[in-house]
Nanobody
Framework: QVQLVESGGGLVQAGGSLRLSCAAS????????MGWFRQAPGKEREFVAA????????YYTDSVKGRFTISRDNAKNTVYLQMNSLKPEDTAVYYC?????????????????WGQGTQVTVSS
């Protein structure tokens, strides 16, 4: 059974940094796409970043380019989201997701497995 467990969220001041982790288990993820999504109160879930586990190709939404970095550690079966220069508008619950077949990485409905989420709060 696939499990995705996020950690690393918390409260940080604007301009600060956090690193989110997503520990994946239950199968081999070498052919998977791993994504990070977020959902702020009263807003729809939105795509943040994704990485193709095998090739390491990365994708970002425009609002986080240059500030966030997605990466993976094959040995630990873990995906990371390094978030720098955080802004109050980055406040949301952040979710890790995995898909074995994606046409467009930005669409949440194309992901088959989801973590429980971790709260990120950025104060101004």
């Amino acid at each position: 059974q696939v499990q995705l467990v996020e950690s690393g969220g918390g409260l940080v001041q604007a301009g600060g940094s956090l690193r989110l982790s997503c520990a994946a288990s239950g199968r081999t993820f070498s052919s998977y796409i791993m994504g990070w999504f977020r959902q702020a109160p009263g807003k729809e879930r939105e795509f943040v970043a994704a990485i193709r586990w095998s090739y390491g190709s990365t994708y970002y939404t425009d609002s986080v380019k240059g500030r966030f970095t997605i990466s993976r550690d094959n040995a630990k079966n873990t995906v990371y989201l390094q978030m720098n220069s955080l802004k109050p508008e980055d406040t949301a619950v952040y979710y890790c997701a995995a898909s074995y077949s994606v046409y467009d990485v930005v669409h949440g409905y194309e992901y088959h497995y989801w973590g429980q989420g971790t709260q990120v709060t950025v104060s101004s």
